[in-house]
């Protein structure tokens, strides 16, 4: 009996503790499902030049590719196209700055 109990308080210390971390690890995301704000310990290599297929539609807009932070490396995000949620609606890219955490990634957002 008391192994059984032992075995399900192990069982469920592990179940929160995942619960937990994936939680808290839970990054809001921009559009595209790009995470909006990301450290990395170093500054994002220069941008690459990508040429943009044809729009799909005429309220297609493209949004550049740029460098994301996986958690060890920089890994190219290529760019794609968004649909403007309302016809005078502007795209904000997103961009990295630097702050005393290091490098942080603003995703882009619409603004009116």
Same mark, same amino acid.
């Given at each position: 009996?008391?192994?059984?109990?032992?075995?399900?308080?192990?069982?469920?210390?592990?179940?929160?503790?995942?619960? @937990?971390?994936?939680?808290?690890?839970?990054?809001?995301?921009?559009?595209?499902?790009?995470?909006?704000?990301?450290?990395? /310990?170093?500054?994002?290599?220069?941008?690459?030049?990508?040429? /943009?297929?044809?729009?799909?539609?005429?309220?297609? @807009?493209?949004?550049?590719?740029?460098?994301?932070?996986?958690?060890?490396?920089?890994?190219?995000?290529?760019?794609?196209?968004?649909?403007?949620?309302?016809?005078?609606?502007?795209?904000?890219?997103?961009?990295?700055?630097?702050?005393?955490?290091?490098?942080?990634?603003?995703?882009?957002?619409?603004?009116?």
């Amino acid at each position: 009996m008391q192994q059984r109990f032992a075995r399900i308080i192990v069982t469920t210390a592990a179940a929160v503790s995942v619960a @937990l971390v994936f939680g808290c690890s839970t990054a809001a995301t921009d559009p595209g499902g790009r995470p909006l704000a990301v450290a990395a /310990p170093y500054a994002p290599p220069p941008e690459r030049a990508e040429i /943009p297929p044809p729009a799909p539609t005429p309220n297609s @807009l493209w949004q550049c590719g740029h460098w994301a932070w996986d958690g060890t490396k920089y890994v190219w995000a290529h760019g794609s196209y968004l649909q403007r949620p309302t016809p005078t609606a502007n795209w904000m890219p997103g961009y990295w700055e630097q702050d005393p955490a290091g490098w942080i990634w603003t995703g882009g957002h619409w603004e009116s």
